[in-house]
């Protein structure tokens, strides 16, 4: 079964956004369990715009599904809160400081040797640790000699050639991710997927990669949560995924 991480990110920026703590992202993470998101996802950064490093204290101490955190390690203090925090799993971000989204995997050829040193820091900690990666072979396999247990495709790529309607365009979104995720298994990598997965393409990928672990999903989610509920909307994309 793919399992479905709720990024809460966008909730924390709304609550930014006017001061105070509404909506509660606590209090929304309780919600996404009980309605049945089988794990969370938070991306602190270091100005804290949205999720702020005590939320991920916080919701460490209430969490009763799987927990992940992702974000840039070349930051002391996301290092410091992941092993403060010791989330089930910690999502390795090449993200550049102000960045305003993920927009690029890691190279993990150029930065082979740094992610062998940081994969092992997590790992030693307990902590399963996946590196986020363009659907790219040669990274995929460089990805693999890190030691990280996991890879998370980055899928907007695949997203924007799948908004074109046709069959052929959909097949031509799909191939690449096919055969990266094909070479994740061969090498023995668990597999993740995320960015711009929707209700729209979602079930599309999961079929043409039914093996996928799990997917991490928060914009489209929270977006399509304001038109159909929260609940509502947790459990259409849960639907996409069987």
Not at 108 to 129: C, P, Q, S, W
Not at 208 to 227: F, K, M, R
Request: charged fraction near 25%; aromatic fraction near 8%; proline fraction near 3%.
């Amino acid at each position: 079964m793919t399992k479905l991480s709720v990024n809460i990110n966008k909730l924390a920026t709304l609550r930014n956004s006017r001061g105070g703590n509404n909506p509660d992202v606590v209090k929304a993470v309780i919600d996404a369990q009980h309605f049945g998101a089988d794990g969370i996802t938070v991306h602190p950064r270091p100005d804290e715009r949205h999720i702020r490093y005590d939320d991920v204290r916080a919701i460490k101490k209430i969490i009763t599904t799987e927990f992940n955190i992702e974000g840039n390690c070349t930051e002391q203090k996301f290092i410091d809160l992941v092993l403060e925090t010791k989330p089930h799993q910690v999502t390795l971000v090449p993200d550049v400081l102000n960045q305003l989204t993920s927009d690029h995997g890691w190279n993990t050829i150029e930065h082979k040797d740094y992610l062998i040193n940081i994969v092992t820091v997590f790992k030693n900690a307990g902590i399963r640790v996946s590196l986020f990666v363009d659907p790219i072979i040669e990274m995929i396999e460089a990805a693999a000699a890190t030691g990280t247990d996991r890879i998370e495709l980055y899928t907007e790529g695949y997203a924007k050639e799948f908004s074109i309607s046709s069959f052929v365009n959909r097949q031509l979104a799909i191939t690449p991710y096919v055969a990266a995720a094909t070479k994740a298994k061969e090498l023995g990598l668990g597999l993740n997927a995320g960015h711009d997965l929707d209700l729209n393409n979602l079930k599309f990928f999961k079929q043409n990669i039914p093996w996928l672990d799990e997917v991490s999903i928060g914009h489209a989610l929270v977006c399509d949560a304001i038109y159909l509920g929260f609940e509502n909307a947790i459990q259409m994309y849960k639907r996409q995924l069987q």
